[in-house]
């Protein structure tokens, strides 16, 4: 799915808790993105200024073997074609540490590219909490990192490795993290079970 593309390049292992282990829990934060994409979606089609906007668009690709739904894919006339610019709404805003959302965004780019036999060169990235969209060129560098990540996550699937938690500051607002527990290592939790051994023994 193309969600499991930005949950691996946000993390590798909320990318497994959710896609393997089937585990989801909603907090704020997910409540609020949640319901800005189902506004997004509720708009649906229109024409406006040479434009058509269509929402929760269906997207695959059989080369890259991925499938999702677009939040907004807008049509522009240039000649005699349409070309689709894809545009994902996130409730919270740019995050500089990351690429997780510029992923996803490329990789509904490769979808329409396959499905419409046409070359896209940007899409952009609607953030809630400025309000504002933030446009995402499509570079060589940023399609093979989005082909990387896609080789990643099946890997990933087709081994069903869970991998160790990997505490960082973002952390604090997923909302797996209870599930995850980022703060106990594996060898916190080896010497815990010693240690209970021992106090039983």
């Not at 695959?60 to 005699?80: L, M, N, P």
């Not at 952009?124 to 446009?135: D, E, I, V």
């Not at 087709?158 to 160790?164: A, D, K, L, M, R």
Request: proline residues 4%.
């Amino acid at each position: 799915m193309l969600s499991a593309l930005q949950h691996y390049a946000f993390c590798p292992r909320q990318c497994a808790l959710i896609h393997i282990e089937q585990v989801w829990q909603e907090n704020a934060h997910t409540t609020e993105g949640r319901l800005l994409h189902e506004t997004a979606h509720a708009s649906g089609g229109r024409m406006r200024g040479g434009m058509k906007s269509v929402t929760n668009l269906e997207l695959a690709s059989a080369y890259w073997g991925i499938y999702g739904r677009a939040d907004v894919v807008e049509f522009r006339q240039e000649g005699g074609t349409w070309l689709p610019c894809p545009v994902e709404y996130k409730k919270g805003r740019p995050h500089p540490d990351h690429d997780a959302d510029a992923v996803q965004l490329c990789a509904q780019a490769l979808c329409l590219e396959e499905m419409l036999g046409v070359s896209l060169a940007e899409g952009a990235l609607y953030y809630g909490s400025t309000r504002r969209r933030q446009r995402v060129t499509f570079t060589a560098a940023l399609r093979e990192r989005t082909a990387a990540v896609i080789q990643a996550v099946r890997a990933l699937l087709e081994t069903g490795v869970i991998p160790p938690a990997r505490e960082k500051a973002a952390c604090a607002a997923c909302s797996l993290k209870d599930r995850c527990l980022p703060g106990v290592s594996e060898d916190s939790a080896s010497r815990y079970v010693r240690k209970l051994c021992e106090d039983e023994g």
